[in-house]
């Protein structure tokens, strides 16, 4: 979603700077971008529609270049469609003045209304401007930057992450939270502040997230945070074990690939030093996952998005397999406006990569506010699920650019993977052996997947890929725990290929969507060693029996047997099937879109972290 950059120095320029930040932020996903720099008395704002390229192309003159001040913005058009007058920044027509802005103000029109009352001009379509409009009327009373911010936000509805840039005697930068994340860290000579803190890494590691309600004032070395009554607020920094490195392509030809690759390591840094093998026991950080709360959880409500939800989907299986506590999950949009019941005892359990996701984020305030004890797997520490959280799993995936889930999804099954094991163990329905088995089947998991990432595997995915790269659409089709995997294909799939397709309960197509297949249709099946193994047979019969292409995958040698192509996996133990089985499907995914010539890590519309409902 949106970028927001920005920075102050005494000692060198900051536009470089802002160019390279917007860079690492382009994952996110965005339809235009711009900055605004403070200089010699004024503030200058370029901006452009479509890719970061075409904005350094405006920048090429060099006119900027000096500049010791500025904020810049990838944007993903919520207000106004993507174009160079709705992109940001936004200035208040001073030419004193400029704000960028992630989130949305909810009163926009209302305050629009009375801004033109008093003979203003709009000069775009966004709910931006009108923040904008209203900071600069604050500072042309004469007030601060800070505190033309604060008394500009005191009008506000909504949800936001800004900075604002001013120039006076001296340029002034400041930033300020409600919803959306933001970033900020010293240097010696300057302050820094963003949306992500990928795009702080170049200048330190050593970080403060901004929270809501919060004004920050950078100035050269130095950041005051308050809050909007202006009173100060301390917070050390915290240091981030992330390095720009992490976030590179590592010799790989996407992030997407890069990310795929880095899986078995994955699983490695999300489990391995959390299990306590002599005990067949889990051990996580903090006393949220002690066994008396844990003996005391009554059900598990899931609320995730995406990608996700399909990790939560696969954790009602291994939770209610191995703890025999009943879980239920929700699309965190849904679950925000059903009116949900929950019981005493429940877990709300947030899995979410970013941790920002407005709506994950909000079903978990809810469930919260519900009675439920709140409980995320993320990724991202520091994060606002993260802090929100009565416990959390960090999931230590490292950071994903990807736009496509990937190796957060990995750590998210495995994490549940771990929890559910706890749950297990806390409750008395797994006993010292039989953890120790299991967490035995998981730490065998890493060699199986580095033996499934071979050249020689990737080669055969390829080649089917490429065999149904004009497809009309493609079915993906699994049962039990390799439902929700069947649900992940499909979606990655769609994500960066645009093509149709359907992610079903195996058992399910008899009742309806049998009826699409045609002859010839490729008819992707997962197909593990389990309780449901021979029924899934079954289903590849009746798919078969239609004219469906088959494509198997997994590790049962009879469905393998009776596919038209196949991609074999590793054995594992049904609960972990989904780990291995998930690989040839982002594979398949990757080289159908590489086949098609899509921008495979920052596919149209989509944006990385949805931090708008
Ligand atoms: O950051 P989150 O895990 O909360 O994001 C949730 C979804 O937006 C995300 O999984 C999305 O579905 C991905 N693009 C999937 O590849």
Redesign the pocket.
């Given at each position: 979603m949106c970028g927001i950059v920005g920075g102050i120095s005494s000692a060198g320029t900051v536009l470089q700077h802002l160019i390279e930040g917007l860079r690492v932020l382009e994952y996110r996903g965005y339809d235009s971008c711009g900055v605004a720099v403070a200089e010699g008395g004024a503030v200058t704002v370029r901006r452009k529609v479509g890719r970061l390229s075409e904005l350094e192309r405006v920048l090429s003159d060099g006119a900027l270049a000096g500049a010791r001040a500025g904020i810049g913005h990838t944007r993903w058009a919520t207000h106004g469609k993507p174009s160079d007058e709705n992109a940001h920044p936004h200035s208040d027509g001073s030419g004193r003045l400029a704000l960028v802005h992630n989130g949305i103000i909810e009163n926009y029109l209302e305050l629009r209304r009375e801004l033109l009352a008093e003979g203003r001009v709009f000069h775009s379509e966004t709910d931006t401007e009108v923040l904008t409009l209203l900071v600069g009327r604050e500072y042309e009373r004469g007030r601060s930057l800070g505190d033309s911010v604060r008394a500009a936000l005191a009008r506000v509805r909504g949800y936001y992450a800004i900075a604002v840039i001013s120039t006076g005697k001296n340029p002034e930068l400041v930033g300020a939270r409600h919803g959306p994340p933001l970033v900020v860290a010293r240097t010696k000579d300057g302050a820094w502040l963003a949306s992500d803190v990928l795009a702080l890494l170049p200048h330190t590691r050593e970080v403060t997230y901004v929270e809501d309600g919060e004004v920050v004032e950078l100035s050269p070395g130095r950041i005051v945070i308050t809050d909007l009554a202006g009173l100060p607020i301390e917070r050390a920094p915290r240091r981030v074990d992330w390095d720009a490195e992490a976030a590179g392509k590592g010799g790989f030809a996407h992030h997407m690939l890069k990310e795929i690759f880095e899986q078995p390591d994955v699983l490695a840094r999300t489990a391995f030093d959390r299990i306590a093998q002599v005990h067949g026991d889990v051990s996580f950080e903090g006393e949220g996952w002690q066994d008396e709360r844990l003996a005391r959880v009554q059900r598990v409500q899931v609320i995730?998005?995406?990608?996700?939800l399909h990790a939560g989907m696969i954790a009602r299986y291994l939770i209610e397999g191995l703890a025999r506590v009943p879980v239920d999950f929700d699309f965190a949009s849904e679950f925000r406006y059903r009116g949900p019941c929950l019981v005493p005892g429940t877990m709300a359990l947030a899995?979410?990569?970013?941790?920002?996701?407005a709506d994950?984020l909000a079903a978990l305030r809810l469930a919260r506010d519900l009675g439920a004890f709140p409980a995320s797997i993320c990724n991202v520490i520091g994060s606002t699920v993260v802090r929100e959280s009565g416990a959390v799993i960090l999931t230590h995936a490292g950071p994903e650019i990807g736009?496509?889930?990937t190796k957060?999804f990995t750590a998210q099954v495995v994490a549940a993977f771990l929890l559910a094991v706890r749950l297990a163990r806390a409750r008395g329905t797994l006993d010292e052996a039989q953890g120790r088995s299991l967490l035995d089947d998981l730490r065998r998991l890493r060699p199986r997947m580095e033996g499934l990432l071979t050249e020689a595997t990737v080669d055969k995915v390829r080649r089917i890929a490429e065999r149904h790269l004009h497809a009309k659409g493609f079915f993906f089709l699994g049962r039990g725990v390799n439902y929700p995997v069947a649900l992940e294909g499909a979606?990655?799939l769609k994500?960066i290929s645009y093509v149709h397709a359907e992610g079903y309960a195996a058992g399910e197509m008899k009742h309806g969507p049998i009826a699409l297949i045609e002859p010839g249709m490729p008819i992707v099946v997962l197909s593990s060693p389990g309780v449901v193994q021979d029924k899934v047979r079954s289903n590849i019969e009746q798919v078969k029996a239609r004219g469906g292409h088959v494509i198997v995958i997994g590790a049962d040698r009879e469905a393998l047997a009776l596919a038209d192509e196949s991609i074999e996996v590793p054995e594992a133990i049904e609960w972990l099937s989904p780990i291995l089985n998930v690989i040839p499907l982002q594979l398949l995914a990757y080289h159908h879109a590489l086949g098609r010539g899509c921008d495979i890590d920052k596919p149209r519309n989509?944006a990385?972290?949805?931090t708008v409902e």
């Open positions: 995730a998005c995406g990608t996700a899995i979410t990569q970013s941790g920002e996701t994950t736009v496509a889930s957060a979606l990655k994500e989509l990385k972290s949805v």
